[in-house]
């Protein structure tokens, strides 16, 4: 990984330090290149049509589903959604319920993997919410104790997009194949940053969005161990044979994208894999893993900065939430902007609960990292916030 070619494919990047690609990643151009390509040569719809324009497009849009399968470790089960919550809420609406069961989430999930199981709460199916430790880790043994005959799902996020720190998904996936139920990992904050096997991972639903990967924006998947869910939508382009009385749907991921795709979309997220693939997972981990340390040590260091969750960098992605005494996070946000032109995330990053659970009400100030960030653009964080904390 050449971290000074990879910055010549961000533009933006000679004008902000951007410091917010848990939300969204930026893009590099090869990814924009390869959806221009798209529109400008051989934009067609796909499945459909028997002419050239519409073979290419078809072509590729299937090997970017192999592709993306690939990237995780699959041979196929990737379904294109919008984003990681639509994968989650495919899951939630394609599972057949049965009176009895339930679902076990945790209390520090983004809201996209806590609301689509509240909802089915509502609806009758049980729901048993694990709690973290008060700094926000996990103990396996509370989800041995919530996991019984009656799950019919387990999901949980693989990595906190609050804290960085990880949950024990390699303990609880072990917890869920003795126990027969089936387990939903919420990969948006890890599959971005680390090499991801959903065979290691031991999951039969992995959710994640490609606009947090160097992808364009609305895109994500949902990989399935099997083809076993109810299609969220149901309608053009996922039929096989249809009358009067009844319907087929395909076969494989056809069956689950009713309607005209997002072909551009499907074509460039296929090309931000290769990007990633290109630089290297492995030392994407490694180089985010350096920066982490740098930045969370800095931030120990100034006085009146509080950093949340573990400190231990080995547990953890490159997401850190942090305060500073007497300033509120929007506002030492709008200051590194101002400032500094550092963009960064405040408030409670869509998870109201873990910030209750923290005692944080108006939530954190949070630096994400990825790739493209250098070790200078960390110095000159801890540099203003320094000054920060000196002002309050
Ligand atoms: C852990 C986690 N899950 C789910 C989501 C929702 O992702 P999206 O907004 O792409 O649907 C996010 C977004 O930040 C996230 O961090």
């Known amino acids: 990984m050449n971290p000074e070619e990879i910055r010549r494919d961000f533009p933006l990047l000679k004008d902000v330090i951007y410091m917010d690609s848990a939300s969204t990643s930026l893009t590099p151009e090869p990814v924009l290149a390869s959806i221009l390509e798209y529109y400008r040569g051989y934009r067609a ?3 459909r049509v028997v002419y050239r324009l519409s073979r290419l497009a ?6 970017a589903h192999r592709n993306v399968a690939d990237f995780i470790g699959a041979e196929e089960g990737v379904v294109f959604t919008r984003n990681t919550t639509e994968a989650i809420n495919a899951v939630a609406q394609g599972i057949k319920w049965r009176r009895g069961d339930v679902v076990v989430t945790t209390a520090s999930e983004h809201h996209s993997n806590l609301l689509p199981w509240m909802r089915l709460r509502d609806m009758g199916v049980g729901l048993k919410i694990v709690k973290p ?6 103990d396996p043994a509370s989800f041995e104790a919530a996991i019984d005959g009656d799950t019919m799902l387990v999901a949980m996020t693989i990595a906190s997009n609050v804290l960085g720190t990880a949950l024990p998904a390699r303990e609880v996936s072990e917890i869920c194949r003795e126990r027969g139920a089936p387990l939903l990992l919420d990969g948006a904050q890890s599959v971005p940053h680390l090499p991801t096997n959903v065979g290691d991972l031991g999951c039969d639903y992995l959710c994640f969005s490609g606009h947090k990967m160097l992808g364009p924006s609305g895109t994500g998947a949902l990989w399935m161990r099997e083809y076993d869910l109810l299609p969220l939508l149901v309608g053009g382009g996922a039929v096989e044979e249809v009358d ?3 319907y087929t749907l395909k076969g494989g991921y056809e069956g689950y994208e009713a309607g005209s795709p997002d072909v551009a979309g499907g074509i460039g997220l296929a090309a931000a894999v290769d990007y990633l693939r290109h630089a290297g997972m492995e030392e994407i981990a ?3 893993g350096r920066l982490t340390r740098r930045l969370l040590a800095g931030l120990l260091d100034i006085e009146g900065v509080e950093v949340y969750g573990s400190v231990d ?3 953890r992605v490159g997401i850190i939430s942090f305060n500073v005494a007497g300033v509120s996070p929007t506002e030492v946000a709008h200051l590194l902007d101002e400032g500094s032109d550092i963009m960064v995330r405040s408030g409670h990053h869509c998870c109201m609960p873990l910030m209750r659970h923290l005692g944080l ?4 100030v949070r630096a994400s990292l990825y790739l493209y960030n250098t070790s200078e653009e960390v110095e000159e964080l801890l540099a203003a916030v320094e000054e920060i904390s000196k002002m309050a």
């Open 244 to 246: 009067l009385e009844g």
């Open 286 to 288: 490694l180089h985010e």
């Open 58 to 63: 078809d072509d590729l849009y299937r090997n």
């Open 313 to 315: 960098s080995r547990e």
């Open 133 to 138: 430790d008060p700094d926000g880790s996990f």
């Open 45 to 47: 719809n796909v499945g």
């Open 361 to 364: 009400p108006a939530g954190t």
